[in-house]
């Protein structure tokens, strides 16, 4: 949904900068302005970053390696990770894990470039 702690950016950037394949689905600036500077931030670092306008994405969520799946409430924002009381699950079962991803795709192949 939302891209805007530095801690967060920075860390996706560090991992591309290791050649780790790094893209990332943002909601629509239309709905959360504050994308518009993650994209640019990305897009500075070689990270591949589309938006959905809709259905509108609120899930956080992340698919690593095809192994490891994280889904929450999560906003990668400084008041959502510092302030407020949030809950994220960690999914390791292969169906699980597969489903995210595949959603992930369908996901990446309708949203659009910033």
Sequence with gaps: MQLADDD???ALAARRAAGVNV???LADTGWIPANADA???L???DIEARQMKAPAVHVKAAVVDG???YAGSI???WTSLTKNREVGLLVTEPANVTMMHDTF???WATATAF
């Design 8 to 10: 967060v950016r920075n």
């Design 23 to 25: 893209r990332v689905v």
């Design 39 to 41: 994209a640019t931030f």
């Design 43 to 45: 897009a500075a670092h």
């Design 105 to 107: 795709e369908k996901d």
């Design 75 to 77: 906003n990668l924002s």
């Design 67 to 69: 192994q490891l799946a």
